[in-house]
Structure formats: C-alpha cells, structure tokens
C-alpha cells in the first residue's frame, strides 16, 4: 500500500487548503484513512479519520468544525477541507491508512500500518 500526500502550500490566516491523499495497493472502502500533523519540535498529533465501515469520521477538538475529511472511492483519495486556518495549524500533515485497527484506536498513530510522505501547511499571521 502506498499513499502520497499533496495540496500543502503558504496561506494567511483565515484562509483554507485542500489535502489530498491518493490510496495505492488497497480500496478506500476496507479500511481506516487518518491525517495526523507535526509541528516543528512538536510531536505527532492526530487530525482527523475516516472509515467507510460504519461510515464514521473524528476530529481532533481542535479542528473540529473547521476541517472536514471525506473521501472518493472512485478515485481511491481521501481529502482534508482547512477552513478557517490558524498560525497553529502549521505542520506538516500526514495521511495514513489501517487495515485492522479496532474503532477505539484509531486516533493512536501507531495503529496506521502505512503512511504517506508529509505536505507541508504553513499559516502566516
């Protein structure tokens, strides 16, 4: 499974960004696709997941009301809608996908068995 991560960019405050993540080797539809972020000096931090299984989604309370992840089967992607970005969202923002994580974990990285390169989101002030 390979996952690749793009739609990261500059933008001030108050603005929005699209994420993507196109999903290889695997259908979106038997698993757990999740965006985590990492500041510079700060430690992995989960953002949001998907899982078509139930159909259910989380946020972090963080970006709750501000993001929205969601996801095209057809096109094997799942994607990350910023709105309303902050100085604090600047990370780096990784998509990672599990295949057989119980409900209860999947705000834990470690329960993601494949991740994707990072993309870079920088909110200026």
């Known amino acids: 499974v390979q996952l690749q991560a793009s739609g990261g960019g500059l933008v001030q405050a108050g603005g929005s960004l699209r994420l993507s993540c196109v999903v290889r080797g695997r259908t979106l539809s038997s698993g757990t696709i999740g965006w985590f972020r990492q500041s510079a000096g700060g430690e992995r931090e989960f953002v949001a997941t998907i899982r078509w299984r139930g159909g259910y989604t989380y946020y972090s309370d963080s970006v709750k009301g501000r993001f929205t992840i969601s996801g095209d089967n057809a096109k094997n992607t799942v994607y990350l809608q910023m709105n309303s970005l902050r100085p604090e969202d600047t990370a780096v923002y990784y998509c990672?996908?599990?295949?057989?994580?119980?409900?209860?974990?999947?705000?834990?990285?470690?329960?993601?068995?494949?991740w994707g390169q990072g993309t870079q989101v920088t909110v200026s002030s």
């Open positions: 990672a996908a599990g295949y057989s994580m119980i409900l209860s974990s999947v705000r834990m990285g470690q329960a993601y068995d494949h």
